[in-house]
Nanobody, 121 residues
C-alpha cells in the first residue's frame, strides 16, 4: 500500500491555473501507475488523467485534453497535475490514486484524502 497526500488546491478565477501535487510514501513509488480523479457534487468520481510508472504513457479525459498535464518525479515520490485554462465546470474535489503496476487499469487503488478546487466565473 502507498500513502498519498494531495496539495495545491484552492480558489481560482476562470482562465487561471493551478498545480496539484501528490506526495507518496510507503511502498516503492516507481512501481505504481498514478492517476488524478475528481468528484463534483452529485456526480460520480471520474478519472481525469493517469500516467504509467515510467511516465511514458499518459491518459486524459476528453474534458481536460489540451488544458491539463500529468507528470511525475519518481526521485521525489510525487505526481503532479498542471491545470491551465480552468473552467467553472472543473470545480470538484480532486483525488490522487495509485495502482501497483505499470499502467493504469482495474483496481485495487490507494487513495489520497482529496483537495478542493473551486473555479469562479
Amino acid at each position: 500500500q502507498v500513502q498519498l497526500v494531495e496539495s495545491g488546491g484552492g480558489l481560482v478565477q476562470a482562465g487561471g491555473s493551478l498545480r496539484l501535487s501528490c506526495a507518496a510514501s510507503g511502498r516503492t513509488f516507481g512501481n505504481y501507475a498514478m492517476a488524478w480523479f475528481r468528484q463534483a457534487p452529485a456526480k460520480e468520481r471520474e478519472r481525469v488523467a493517469s500516467i504509467s510508472w515510467s511516465g511514458g504513457i499518459t491518459y486524459y479525459a476528453d474534458s481536460v485534453k489540451g488544458r491539463f498535464t500529468i507528470s511525475r518525479e519518481n526521485a521525489k515520490n510525487t505526481v503532479y497535475l498542471q491545470m491551465n485554462s480552468l473552467k467553472p465546470e472543473d470545480t470538484a474535489v480532486y483525488y490522487c490514486a495509485g495502482r501497483y503496476g505499470y499502467n493504469w487499469s482495474a483496481g485495487p487503488y490507494d487513495w489520497g484524502q482529496g483537495t478542493q478546487v473551486t473555479v469562479s466565473s
